[in-house]
């Protein structure tokens, strides 16, 4: 089994910051890719960021930004923790989405519940 559990989200003004978890846990020895994806009102899902967790691959620890987060979006992973952070400031009201968490492992990919995120004065 696996579980993913998301939290952080909430409501922030524009130029705020919010910083968002993705604890994974169970049987995720072969996870690696560890990502957020956010879905807009509307549109499909998109992803925000990924970082590569497996330390076996030569491209450990890459990380990939959507353009509309270079610059402002930071995904890392603790050390020692299966958990994944995206660190989201001066965030914009067209950020507003429900963020999801996902995990690649050889078996497939997994899903988090989501995670409403509302940039609004």
């Known amino acids: 089994q696996v579980k993913i559990v998301e939290s952080g989200g909430g409501l922030v003004q524009p130029g705020g910051s919010l910083r968002l978890s993705c604890a994974a846990s169970?049987?995720?020895?072969?996870?690696?890719?560890m990502g957020w994806y956010r879905q807009q009102a509307g549109k499909q899902r998109e992803l925000v960021a990924s970082?590569?967790?497996?330390?076996?691959?030569?491209?450990?620890?890459?990380?990939k930004y959507a353009e509309s987060a270079k610059g402002r979006f930071t995904i890392f992973k603790a050390a020692a923790e299966n958990t994944v952070y995206l660190e989201m400031d001066n965030l914009k009201p067209e950020d507003t989405a429900i963020y999801y968490c996902?995990?690649?492992?050889?078996?497939?990919?997994?899903w988090g519940q989501g995670t409403q995120v509302t940039v609004s004065s």
């Open positions: 169970g049987n995720i020895a072969s996870a690696y890719v």
């Open positions: 970082l590569t967790t497996a330390t076996t691959l030569p491209n450990h620890d890459e990380t």
């Open positions: 996902n995990l690649f492992m050889t078996t497939g990919a997994y």
